[in-house]
């Protein structure tokens, strides 16, 4: 029997009271990963709604027995993390581009030109469902009492990770982390802790990159009163204060060739002596270790002791880079979204499609930390008051530090209006003039792009 989870099917409410158009989502939506359920009215919707849990709703704006933004917004205010999309007629388009900014994930204008656009709008918005109750399944967890730190994301990679940290966690073995910076070392590091038997002990942590050889020797060993100028009393150092519970070296590769010999000789005789001190000490600790370099490359480079090598590297996790786990990308987004909002007191969001888009597009070079800090500043920096969305300009905009070419900084604003041209005019000679395979190509959704190629003359 398999042990792998069913998934659960998606659930969609489409309001219309075109015969055509149910029709129409009725054959998208049968053979998908979502089940649709179909109301013709204000009425019928309402009752749908207050009897099921719909991870995605479809709402005409004109019905016979009222306004489906109204409705919508009633819905919202319900349920405030609901996600919904607009099907407006071209003369609506300003009603619906108004409620976008006010939290609605995104409009469909009819007639429905291109089917492929409003499968992959449907798609975007069935994931930041996914995102929102995977974070909300996160925080229910926290708050039973699990003081257990949380990873983020379903990417197999991620899944990976999480399935060999459980796995280790229990197995008092040192432990290797590995991954570029801002990956999240120190959070796998902290969650082996939490599940080990050690976790009602100390963890402690050093920065090998931050100290010099003096401070972190006598950081790790400790010192008698005297040992050195400034010793003015004896002081334990954390191999010590780390007995019974968890060591985490963080930038091992950083350690000076004399402090690697020394910690070897501690690993190799499980004693140590303090600075200015004959007398040896043992301690029972568990050393986890991290680098944001491949550390095999630095024993071959003679950069890293070969024997300390074999000792630290018993079990060894690599965490991926962000780029290369791009499935986690929106989920940490609504997770960052969320708590940034709760620690400001703002109502900023939710993400719009075109802002998915760029972060899913985005390299971050700085991983999971960069991302952190780009929504925090953008929710620190969006304007109070209702709730409104993050769309394309507040994460462009966030990311002009970030955005670099040959080691130099472009400025967003200086080279935003010749980049959005040039790209409009490759993306229509690519698409061959078609706007709504152009819409497809590039994932802005085809009203949005005309608005774009009508700002320069290109429509």
């Not at 409705?71 to 609901?82: D, K």
């Not at 730190?149 to 991620?158: D, Q, R």
């Not at 350690?255 to 002596?273: A, C, D, G, I, N």
Request: aromatic fraction near 6%.
């Amino acid at each position: 029997m398999s042990d792998q989870k069913t998934p659960i099917m998606q659930k969609i409410l489409v309001v219309d009271d075109d015969k055509y158009t149910r029709t129409l989502l009725d054959g998208i939506f049968r053979d998908g990963p979502a089940s649709a359920q179909f109301a013709c009215d204000v009425a019928e919707a309402r009752s749908l709604f207050a009897a099921n849990d719909f991870n995605l709703i479809i709402m005409d704006q004109r019905l016979p027995d009222g306004n489906g933004l109204d409705l919508l917004r009633e819905m919202r205010a319900e349920r405030p993390q609901q996600v919904a999309i607009l099907i407006t007629g071209y003369a609506d388009v300003h009603d619906a581009v108004r409620a976008v900014r006010e939290g609605l994930f995104d409009y469909l204008t009819k007639p429905f030109d291109n089917i492929e656009e409003l499968e992959a709008v449907t798609e975007k918005a069935l994931e930041l469902d996914r995102a929102y109750r995977e974070i909300n399944s996160l925080r229910e967890s926290l708050l039973s009492g699990d003081d257990v730190p949380i990873h983020i994301g379903h990417s197999a990679a991620m899944l990976a990770l999480q399935n060999k940290i459980n796995q280790v966690a229990p197995l008092d073995v040192t432990v290797l982390i590995e991954g570029e910076s801002g990956t999240g070392k120190e959070l796998a590091a902290r969650s082996i802790f939490a599940r080990s038997p050690r976790s009602k002990e100390r963890f402690l942590e050093v920065n090998c990159g931050a100290l010099s050889e003096q401070l972190l020797e006598s950081t790790l060993f400790g010192y008698e009163k005297g040992a050195f100028t400034g010793a003015t009393k004896t002081t334990p150092g954390y191999l010590e204060e780390a007995d019974g519970g968890t060591l985490f070296l963080d930038e091992i590769t950083d350690m000076s060739p004399k402090l690697q010999s020394s910690l070897l000789r501690v690993l190799q005789e499980h004693t140590f002596t303090r600075l200015g001190s004959a007398q040896a000490s043992s301690s029972d600790f568990r050393l986890l270790c991290a680098t944001n370099k491949r550390l095999s490359d630095e024993v071959k480079a003679g950069n890293f002791r070969e024997d300390l090598f074999y000792r630290i590297n018993v079990v060894a996790l690599e965490l991926l880079p962000l780029r290369e786990r791009v499935e986690d990308i929106v989920p940490l987004a609504v997770h960052f979204l969320e708590h940034f909002n709760s620690k400001f007191s703002k109502e900023v969001g939710p993400l719009t499609p075109e802002a998915l888009h760029l972060l899913e597009r985005f390299p971050w070079p700085g991983n999971v930390r960069q991302l952190q800090h780009t929504i925090e500043r953008v929710v620190a920096l969006h304007a109070g008051g209702p709730v409104s969305s993050v769309d394309l300009d507040d994460i462009s905009e966030e990311l002009i530090d970030d955005e670099t070419v040959d080691g130099a900084v472009i400025s967003y604003q200086k080279e935003r209006e010749t980049f959005e041209r040039d790209y409009l005019a490759r993306l229509l000679e690519k698409a061959e003039g078609n706007v709504s395979e152009a819409a497809r190509l590039s994932g802005i959704p085809r009203q949005n792009l005309y608005v774009r190629m009508k700002r320069w003359g290109m429509s």
